[in-house]
């Protein structure tokens, strides 16, 4: 199905149209068929935020992507809509996103006013962008969805968020912005299972989940081939006040990293403004993590950072083949431990820094 009424300047708003696309689609079952919303090669369309909300009639949808779907630039834009979103699939089964084209969320209007990084600019900064996807069910009972091959560059926050999702597939993504673009992550994943990242180039950060709505079930993998070249490898952390939830049985397997200047970090002291919120007791239990054939260059000296809490330790890590080296000729690598307990099995480099190992 193409867009009815989609005009394909790259200046003109074709929400309005994209949304009659979807309404059309969601409200109709094809028997033993799919619906496809096809955006054309070699052309652009500009949209505003938009929500796309199920549950749909139809079993299965699919988003090919094969031109350029671009973000305004301006944060005025979103006046009357939620700050922290762009692109958002609510409630949808049986959702497929894919194709050799590219979503640009265009973030440096949100980049150029970040409170973070222009605190003199006072009242006006801005401390929350939005997201260029987001994928959320709410524990709604749904079929896999899979995000495939489309570029996501240049978002003004975070690229993708899942959450409350179950069943989710990242395939053959590239996501990419510049090193200088403030606190732009690559995944968000939080309240959710059964998630796959694979065969995947993230040139920004993970953060696996990254807030106090955990719900993390047992079972998922993370199987990748990830070369990065930003500020953090793999990132899970929570804020000190997150709430009672366990993180346990994730697997981060057969990465690899570029000149990262951090590798493999559990911060589970994280504050928004550093400093600000000292040492407080958190409810988060980290456990039974597997960190199995890593290898890449590091532009830090400490590779590794597991920062747990002095209240609710990190137990079960393992970390086996882990090859870990410097960037920099004639340099070492280093780890770092605060209550953290775990093995290390193989060939590891740095040397491990586990308290003994809990049984």
Same mark, same amino acid.
């Given at each position: ?19 009659? =696309?979807?309404?059309?689609? #969601?409200?109709?079952?094809?028997? %033993?068929?799919?619906? *496809? ?6 052309q652009?369309?500009?949209?505003r ?6 549950? #749909? ?11 350029r779907?671009?973000?305004?630039? !301006? ?28 979503? %640009?969320?265009?973030?440096?209007g ?10 003199h ?5 801005t ?19 899979? &995000?495939?091959?489309?570029? &996501?560059?240049?978002?003004?926050q ?8 179950? %069943? ?10 510049p ?7 690559? *995944? ?13 180039? *993230? ?16 079972g ?20 000190e ?14 990465? !690899? ?18 400093? =600000? ?10 456990r ?10 590091? !532009? ?12 609710? !330790?990190?137990?079960? &890590? ?8 410097? =960037? ?10 605060i ?7 193989g ?8 308290? %003994?190992?809990?049984?």
């Open positions: 199905m193409y867009w009815i009424g989609a005009v394909v300047d790259g200046t003109a708003d074709n929400s309005e149209a994209l949304l009659k =696309a979807w309404n059309f689609v #969601c409200s109709r079952e094809v028997e %033993d068929g799919v619906w *496809i919303i096809l955006v054309p090669g070699n652009t369309f500009l949209l935020p938009l929500t796309f909300n199920g549950p #749909c009639k139809a079993k299965e949808i699919k988003f090919l992507i094969m031109g779907i671009i973000s305004p630039i !301006s944060p005025e834009t979103w006046e009357g809509f939620d700050q922290g979103r762009w692109l958002t699939f609510n409630r949808v089964s049986g959702l497929e996103i894919k194709g050799r084209g590219e979503i %640009d969320g265009r973030g440096w949100w980049w150029n006013q970040s409170c973070r990084y222009h605190p600019l006072g009242a006006p900064c401390s929350l962008a939005p997201t260029v996807s987001r994928f959320l069910d709410f524990d709604y009972a749904s079929r896999h969805r899979s &995000l495939s091959q489309v570029r &996501l560059v240049y978002s003004s975070t690229h993708v968020l899942i959450r409350g999702t179950n %069943d989710f597939i990242v395939d053959d993504e590239v996501i990419t912005t090193e200088t673009s403030p606190n732009t992550d690559g *995944i968000h994943i939080s309240s959710a299972s059964n998630i796959f990242i694979r065969n995947s180039i *993230i040139g920004t950060v993970w953060t696996w989940p990254w807030n106090k709505h955990w719900k993390l079930r047992k998922k993998k993370l199987r990748t081939s990830a070369e990065h070249s930003r500020k953090h490898g793999i990132l899970q952390r929570n804020y006040w997150s709430s009672n939830q366990d993180m346990a049985g994730v697997t981060f397997e057969n990465l !690899s990293f570029e000149k990262e200047k951090n590798l493999i970090i559990i911060d589970q002291n994280y504050c928004n403004v550093r400093g =600000a919120c000292g040492e407080l007791e958190t409810g988060v239990k980290i039974d993590m597997v960190y199995k054939n890593l290898r890449g260059t590091s !532009s830090t000296e400490v590779a590794i950072t597991l920062n747990c809490s002095r209240s609710v !330790s990190c137990t079960g &890590l393992l970390l086996q083949s882990v090859l870990l080296k410097s =960037a920099l000729t004639g340099t070492n690598v280093s780890s770092s431990c209550n953290a307990y775990g093995a290390a099995i060939v590891f480099q740095p040397a491990p820094c586990f308290q %003994d190992f809990d049984h």
